[in-house]
């Protein structure tokens, strides 16, 4: 039977000696296979914190029906061209607030610059990684066409959703990105 073990420059198996001034070690079957399974063990012990860390912390799915969703699409659609035919002009502005949170400005004027009465207005902090996070912005009128609002977020990336409404009608909806630092 043929021997298939390569041997080093002085005809001896491979050897390996840990840095020390000790005799060097031979590589053997076994080494082999316990390194073998010792990385498997650590990728495999890893992959499976990483998925369990991806799932306990997932915080809701983006849509609880597409069913539905795609049934008020259509609605959204001539909503958002309506929308666009006011001509209206909405400007919003986050300040940092003295206590750590957020102070909203929202300013809305129609296509002439005049400012918007009889609107009530919502605004929505949503977290875009998770919507345990969002917050809800209770919004007053302070005068026609100016609402202010207060909540408390951290630093990070969020949407601001404002919508306006007259009469329970939805009438204006923006949605922006935002970073607060």
């Known amino acids: 039977m043929a021997n298939n073990m390569r041997l080093g420059a002085e005809g001896k198996p491979h050897s390996f000696s840990w840095g020390g001034t000790g005799q060097p070690r031979e590589v053997t079957g076994r080494m082999v296979l316990g390194l073998l399974v010792a990385f498997f063990a650590v990728v495999i012990g890893v992959n499976a914190f990483m998925a369990h860390e991806a799932l306990s912390t997932f915080g809701g799915v983006d849509t609880e029906s597409s069913y539905r969703a795609g ?43 005049a400012l918007l009465a009889g609107m009530t207005a919502t605004a929505l902090f949503a977290r875009p990684t998770d919507r345990r996070l969002d917050r809800v912005v209770l919004l007053k009128e302070e005068a026609p066409g100016r609402f202010r609002g ?27 990105r935002i970073v607060i630092r």
């Open 71 to 113: 049934q008020v699409f259509e609605h959204d659609v001539a909503m958002a061209k309506a929308q666009e035919a006011r001509h209206w002009r909405v400007d919003a502005q986050v300040t940092p607030a003295a206590d750590g949170g957020a102070v909203l400005d929202v300013v809305a004027r129609d296509a002439s610059g």
């Open 150 to 176: 207060s909540t408390d977020v951290a630093a990070g990336q969020w949407d601001i959703v404002i919508e306006l409404s007259r009469q329970g009608d939805r009438l204006f909806r923006s949605k922006n």
